[in-house]
């Protein structure tokens, strides 16, 4: 088993984010619909401010309930904003951080993603699933 490898090695930086002051829930709910994602971080200007998961979106979310309840989803989306369902400031983990203590930190905190940071800045994200497939590899 590799030993020490940091999370830079298994982290996505293909980040799909939002800004804070110029998406609305409906646009998370769209790119949450795009791509293969549950996890995006919320982004004020360069700034790393909160992130928000598939989860968030679908606690809100009526219209799988009811027939019709697609207008519901819409007014709920419509009343709320970003700010209101994000988790402010999330923790971050930084690149050279090894995998184990990540690893850890997602146990321990029950989390199932976490934002990468390199000098400051958002550089990637890491999830449960990436963990699980670094693990795959070494067995």
């Known amino acids: 088993m590799k030993k020490r490898e940091p999370v830079s090695k ?13 998406h609305n829930l409906k646009d998370v ?8 994602i549950r996890h995006i971080p919320v982004m004020e200007g360069e700034n790393l401010t909160g992130i928000i998961s598939k989860n968030d979106i ?7 309930l009811f027939d019709g309840g697609e207008n519901s989803d819409a007014a709920v989306f419509d009343m709320l904003s970003i700010d209101q369902v994000m988790t402010h400031k ?7 951080t090894p995998i ?15 934002p990468v940071t390199q000098e400051g800045k958002l ?6 699933t990436d963990i699980i497939g670094y693990l ?4």
């Open 90 to 96: 999330p923790k971050t983990v930084d690149a050279d």
């Open 10 to 22: 298994i982290m996505s930086t293909e980040l799909v984010t939002v800004d804070r002051h110029k």
């Open 100 to 114: 184990r203590d990540v690893a850890e930190m997602l146990v321990k905190e029950k989390f199932h993603s976490l």
């Open 136 to 139: 795959l590899e070494q067995y």
């Open 29 to 36: 709910k769209a790119k949450f619909e795009k791509g293969k």
């Open 58 to 64: 679908m606690r809100l979310s009526f219209g799988s």
């Open 123 to 128: 550089a990637g994200i890491v999830t449960s």
